[in-house]
Nanobody, 128 residues
Framework: QVQLVESGGGLVQPGGSLRLSCAVS????????MAWFRQTPGKEREFVAM????????YYEDSVKGRFTIFRVNAENTVYLQMNNLKPGDTGVYYC?????????????????????WGQGTQVTVSS
């Protein structure tokens, strides 16, 4: 009965910042590797960032490195995505995901198929 609820999306100008939140209920955030994906109409869901459950190591899609930061606050049961220096190409619906799985492939975190739990998404629009 794990549920994820995203919030924090909105309209922002290029170069601006947003912080997305993902609240976890029905389980403990510390039990899951957590990720953010994004999707635009007609395109596949794209990996953005992931943070491990074990050591909080972070992984990022190349285009967001140095601009986005994923972090968790276990006491709040919430994972965040801090997005700085936003670009129009960052526009999309952002989804929070939790794995809850054991993985056998390298780069598994880049695949949406590896995640068992998903939020409903929050819209991020970067436009002048």
């Amino acid at each position: 009965q794990v549920q994820l609820v995203e919030s924090g999306g909105g309209l922002v100008q290029p170069g601006g910042s947003l912080r997305l939140s993902c609240a976890v209920s029905g389980g403990s955030l510390s039990d899951y590797g957590m990720a953010w994906f994004r999707q635009t109409p007609g395109k596949e869901r794209e990996f953005v960032a992931m943070i491990r459950r074990t050591n909080d190591r972070e992984y990022y899609e190349d285009s967001v490195k140095g601009r986005f930061t994923i972090f968790r606050v276990n006491a709040e049961n919430t994972v965040y995505l801090q997005m700085n220096n936003l670009k129009p190409g960052d526009t999309g619906v952002y989804y929070c995901a939790g794995d809850g799985n054991f993985h056998t492939h390298s780069l598994w975190y880049r695949s949406a198929m590896e995640y068992a739990y998903w939020g409903q998404g929050t819209q991020v629009t970067v436009s002048s």
